[in-house]
């Protein structure tokens, strides 16, 4: 098992590292849509913001999902007007891309290609980052348009390691202990990811918080620690990153802890006949709640009789030494040009649901507090 240096504590930037080896340019994203050739991609479009946060989250369950090449969605990026430029049957022809942006995110490659010797796949090389024998098997693409973006969460699982490949853009990261961690939700539910649901009435009262805030540039590899809050924005036409997320000592932990997540939320929803589209996140699949006992079970199970972390092999991370790290700063959330316009209009997001829905919401946001949960499990183990 992988592990970070003990002064990998905060976000860090390296710079001289290759990981995709190829003699070819991937300047404008090109060089990509020759790989895939003309294979369909699931891309979301959504609406672009106008202001760092824009009016309220766009959720991947938010968002229209359409299949399109990567030469179709290049030709969309750089057109000027569709109705002219282009063809009627093109698939993002009614979303202009400067109302909307186009994301084709979380891809991990073995699953696109259906096999692993895609020679994309045998491109892609961690070593100079000191991750030994990982490749594309391990790695994830993402292709985004101008005001692309994933909204604010943490990732639940691992630590993470970013290359920027075509395009900037512009991260903003937070510890785990942030103030922002106060505005988190679980509905829309996801595993992988766990969100915050960002009003623009309530950011003036973080403008005091500490924020990492990060161009990243073709070249650049971005170090993200473990539980470490993010939002990430395409500022350029094209954006192409490849990402990696390396298991850590404690993600066993996590898994059980998300079961429980998993649980209350599956369970309440079920309960109430409520819609999987409303209640989880775009792929996120509804289990059934003896199904997650069952799985919640073999984790305890597990958890009990696992090796002690003592005599497990960990392997600290060593980058090549032509790779130079670059420790980041941070800056307060107030100082990086939040716009002030919103910051006395409340969004009301619920307004289509009655009282005891919006009482539901907040039983369940107390269920599922970072903790409760942590309630939960320890009274699991002590029993």
Same mark, same amino acid.
């Given at each position: 098992?992988?592990?970070?240096?003990?002064?990998?504590?905060?976000?860090?930037?390296?710079?001289?590292?290759?990981?995709?080896?190829?003699?070819?340019?991937?300047?404008?994203?090109?060089?990509?849509?020759?790989?895939?050739?003309?294979?369909?991609?699931?891309?979301?479009?959504?609406?672009?913001?106008?202001?760092?946060? $824009?009016?309220?989250?766009?959720?991947?369950?938010?968002?229209?999902?359409?299949?399109?090449?990567?030469?179709?969605?290049?030709?969309?990026?750089?057109?000027?007007?569709?109705?002219?430029?282009?063809?009627?049957?093109?698939?993002?022809?009614?979303?202009?891309?400067?109302?909307?942006?186009?994301?084709?995110?979380?891809?991990?490659?073995?699953?696109?290609?259906?096999?692993?010797?895609?020679?994309?796949?045998?491109?892609?090389? &961690?070593?100079?980052?000191?991750?030994?024998?990982?490749?594309?098997?391990?790695?994830?693409?993402?292709?985004?348009?101008? $005001?692309?973006?994933?909204?604010?969460?943490?990732?639940?699982?691992?630590?993470?390691?970013?290359?920027?490949?075509?395009?900037?853009?512009?991260?903003?990261?937070?510890?785990?202990?942030?103030?922002?961690?106060?505005?988190?939700?679980?509905?829309?539910?996801?595993?992988?990811?766990?969100?915050?649901?960002?009003?623009? =009435?309530?950011?003036?009262?973080?403008?005091?918080?500490?924020?990492?805030?990060?161009?990243?540039?073709? $070249?650049?590899?971005?170090?993200?620690?473990?539980? &470490? &809050?993010?939002?990430?924005?395409?500022?350029?036409?094209?954006?192409?990153?490849?990402?990696?997320?390396?298991?850590?000592?404690?993600?066993?932990?996590?898994?059980?802890?998300?079961?429980?997540?998993?649980?209350?939320?599956?369970?309440?929803?079920?309960?109430?006949?409520? =819609?999987?589209?409303?209640?989880?996140?775009?792929?996120?699949?509804?289990?059934?709640?003896?199904?997650?006992?069952?799985?919640?079970?073999?984790?305890?199970?597990?958890?009990?009789?696992?090796?002690?972390?003592?005599?497990?092999?960990?392997?600290?991370?060593?980058?090549?030494?032509?790779?130079?790290?670059?420790?980041?700063?941070?800056?307060?959330?107030?100082?990086? $040009?939040?716009?002030?316009?919103?910051?006395?209009?409340?969004?009301?997001?619920?307004?289509?649901?009655?009282?005891?829905?919006?009482?539901?919401?907040?039983?369940?946001?107390?269920?599922?507090?970072?903790?409760?949960?942590?309630?939960?499990?320890?009274?699991?183990?002590?029993?």
């Amino acid at each position: 098992m992988m592990i970070a240096p003990p002064h990998w504590n905060v976000p860090y930037i390296f710079k001289g590292a290759t990981i995709i080896n190829d003699s070819h340019s991937w300047t404008e994203g090109q060089r990509l849509a020759d790989l895939f050739k003309q294979k369909l991609l699931s891309f979301r479009v959504g609406k672009r913001q106008k202001s760092l946060f $824009g009016d309220r989250v766009q959720f991947e369950k938010d968002c229209i999902h359409i299949q399109s090449t990567i030469d179709d969605f290049l030709c969309w990026t750089t057109s000027i007007d569709n109705n002219n430029s282009l063809p009627i049957n093109h698939p993002l022809n009614q979303y202009s891309n400067k109302e909307y942006f186009a994301y084709a995110d979380y891809m991990h490659l073995p699953e696109i290609f259906e096999n692993d010797q895609h020679p994309l796949i045998n491109m892609i090389n &961690w070593s100079d980052m000191g991750l030994k024998d990982r490749c594309g098997k391990e790695s994830t693409l993402w292709i985004g348009s101008q $005001g692309a973006h994933t909204p604010c969460h943490y990732d639940t699982y691992g630590i993470n390691f970013v290359a920027q490949i075509v395009g900037k853009k512009r991260w903003l990261l937070f510890p785990p202990n942030s103030p922002i961690g106060q505005l988190q939700t679980r509905i829309p539910y996801e595993e992988s990811s766990v969100y915050i649901d960002v009003d623009p =009435s309530q950011l003036n009262k973080f403008k005091n918080i500490d924020v990492y805030d990060i161009i990243l540039e073709p $070249g650049d590899v971005l170090f993200v620690p473990k539980h &470490w &809050w993010h939002f990430v924005s395409s500022l350029d036409l094209i954006t192409i990153s490849v990402n990696s997320w390396l298991e850590q000592p404690d993600d066993h932990v996590e898994r059980i802890k998300e079961m429980l997540v998993r649980q209350i939320i599956t369970s309440i929803m079920m309960s109430h006949d409520y =819609s999987s589209d409303q209640w989880l996140n775009h792929n996120e699949v509804a289990t059934d709640p003896m199904i997650n006992l069952t799985l919640l079970s073999s984790l305890l199970t597990h958890s009990e009789v696992k090796e002690p972390p003592s005599k497990r092999c960990r392997y600290i991370i060593t980058p090549a030494s032509h790779v130079h790290e670059q420790c980041l700063t941070s800056t307060l959330l107030g100082n990086i $040009g939040l716009s002030n316009s919103n910051d006395n209009v409340f969004i009301n997001t619920c307004s289509d649901e009655s009282n005891n829905e919006i009482l539901l919401k907040r039983l369940v946001k107390a269920m599922t507090a970072p903790d409760t949960i942590d309630l939960i499990y320890n009274k699991l183990l002590s029993v």
